[in-house]
Every structure is written in C-alpha cells, then in structure tokens.
C-alpha cells in the first residue's frame, strides 16, 4: 500500500508539475480581487493567477485535513466503545459458560419441581 501511496504522490507532482509548464503565461497574469458588500468596497493588490491557484490548493487541502481528523477521531471513539461492549458480552459469556447444568428429568416420569416435591417430603 505504501508503494500505491508514492506512485500516487509522483503522479500527482508530475501532472501538477506539466499543468503549471504549458499554462506558464495564463497563470503569470495578475489579477486584482475586488469585494463589494453592505456598500463598502474592499480591493487586494495586484496577485499572480498562480497563487490563487495555489492558495485555492492549500486551503482545499487544509480542509479536507481538518475534516479527515474529525472522522479519525469518531472513529477511533467508535472502536473503543465497540472494544468495551466485546469485552462485556465476552465477560457475560464466559460466565454464563461457567455455571453448571441443571439435571432435567422429564423424562424419567415428572418435571424436576415434581421430583425436588416428593424430595422434600421424605
């Protein structure tokens, strides 16, 4: 799986790598952002078309990071709950193993309070 991992991240960095080297002169250009709202006007400095790429990247990344941890973090809890609940229903089994058979005799002509009745007379 750590191969695939590798595979994958070379991949990633060439096509990254061959995007950025045939769209050289698109990303070069600057762009001013520009943000109008309750009547205020707000306006960046002129930015390269490749950091906002690049920053668009990071963020979407960070994100998805946060994201994963949460998920890790529930499911990691999730593991733990379901390891108390084993350890419970084994400890319950192990009992319930351990205690000893009661005899049934019915089939030698009674019911066992029958039997323990005419027991407890004599």
Do not use: C, W
């Not at 191969?3 to 096509?15: C, D, E, G, K, N």
């Amino acid at each position: 799986m750590r191969y695939v991992r590798v595979a994958a991240l070379i991949l990633l960095f060439f096509f990254a790598m061959l995007f950025f080297v045939q769209n050289h002169e698109l990303l070069s250009t600057t762009v001013r952002l520009q943000l109008e709202i309750f009547g205020a006007e707000f306006t960046s400095r002129e930015i390269p078309y490749y950091l906002i790429v690049l920053v668009g990247f990071l963020a979407g990344g960070f994100i998805s990071l946060i994201y994963l941890l949460g998920e890790k973090i529930r499911m990691s809890r999730e593991i733990k709950r379901s390891r108390t609940k084993i350890k419970e229903l084994e400890e319950e089994v192990n009992s319930l193993r351990n205690l000893p058979l009661e005899e049934d005799t019915l089939g030698m002509g009674g019911s066992s309070t029958e039997s323990q009745e005419g027991q407890e007379s004599r």
